[in-house]
């Protein structure tokens, strides 16, 4: 079993929606979780960082961590066409050595 | 300065040559990483550094060779690499007052022939 596992899409949506985007688990000792935003052919960008449980808020994003259910989501509301990316979640447990999800590729459609 | 920067952007090397890759940092950030990523997958992991020290290698072949000559830079060294190596070659950083996350350069772009 893989240590994180993301549904790789692709996933489209028209312009406005709310996304959501979601990894599992399978180690309880994870506490640190990211979401990063890759363009094709570009680097990972760090969105949202959060620790231990909870949910987190920065503009139309937010990420939800349920560490009983090992599960994190990330919501964008009011989707856009420059959303259109690979979303990648990434998480660990001693905050040095970090674990990927596959990446979920989306497009937002005008 | 807020950024990793990474160069070159492309790179086209032949099995028996010898290139470098360079990452820079002027954040304070006292660890740095490198990544290898293969089209549409997750970065794997390659090294960590922390405070210029060696602190992970993931069982990466003696080809791939890092170096940190300070806190602001690090380099792979690449000889004899094989067309299977052909990958986008990632810097990240973390600051030592938020090591948990890092930051990623926007890549070097590796084809080997």
């Known amino acids: 079993q893989k240590e994180v596992e993301q549904d790789p899409g692709p996933l489209s949506v028209p312009e406005g929606a709310i996304v959501s985007l979601n990894c599992t688990y399978s180690n309880s000792a994870f506490q640190y979780f990211m979401w990063y935003r890759q363009y094709s052919r570009k680097g990972p960008e760090l969105l949202m960082y959060t620790y231990s449980s909870g949910n987190k808020e920065d503009g139309r994003f937010t990420a939800q961590v349920d560490k009983s259910s090992k599960y994190i989501s990330l919501f964008i509301r009011d989707s856009q066409p420059s959303d259109s990316a690979t979303y990648l979640c990434a998480m660990s447990d001693d905050g040095n050595q970090f674990y990927f999800g596959t990446g979920t590729s989306l497009t937002v459609i005008p | 300065d807020t950024e990793v920067t990474q160069t070159p952007k492309h790179l086209v090397m032949g099995m028996t040559n010898k290139k470098s890759l360079k990452c820079e940092q002027h954040?304070?950030?006292?660890?740095m990483y490198w990544y290898k990523q293969k089209a549409k997958k997750p970065p794997e992991l390659m090294f960590v550094?922390?405070?210029?020290?060696?602190?992970i290698n993931e069982s990466v072949p003696s080809r791939f060779s890092p170096e940190c000559p300070n806190s602001s830079l690090l380099n792979l060294h690449l000889h004899a690499l094989q067309p299977e190596d052909s990958a986008l070659y990632l810097c990240?950083?973390?600051?030592?007052?938020?090591?948990?996350?890092?930051?990623f350069g926007p890549g070097t772009r590796l084809l080997v022939l």
């Open positions: 990240a950083s973390s600051p030592p007052w938020e090591q948990e996350t890092q930051y």
């Open positions: 954040m304070g950030h006292r660890a």
């Open positions: 550094y922390s405070y210029e020290k060696l602190s």
